[in-house]
């Protein structure tokens, strides 16, 4: 098992990256920074839009259950006084 610390950062296109930003800038430290950055706001949002569909399939599962159970419910009889 590989953890994030132990891929290399090609893997990730941070020399790629720190490259573009390099263009725009003369420091490779900031530069680097700027990759860094980048990436993190990457990931953030790829994480942010993967929990929004894990909550709109769990809340689908929900609804779905949720509608069955009535089906299955037997129909109550009121009685007037």
């Known amino acids: 098992m590989k953890f994030h610390s ?6 990730w296109g941070i020399d790629q990256l ?10 490779p430290v900031q530069a680097q920074n700027q990759a860094y950055a980048f990436l993190d ?3 953030r949002r790829e994480a942010n839009v993967m929990a929004f569909n894990d909550c709109f399939f769990f809340m689908g599962c929900a609804l ?16 007037r006084d």
């Open 41 to 43: 706001r990457t990931i």
């Open 6 to 11: 132990q891929i290399p950062s090609r893997a």
């Open 18 to 27: 720190t490259q573009m930003f390099l263009q725009h800038t003369s420091d």
């Open 64 to 79: 779905g259950a949720s509608v069955l159970l009535v089906l299955l419910l037997k129909k109550v009889k009121h009685y």
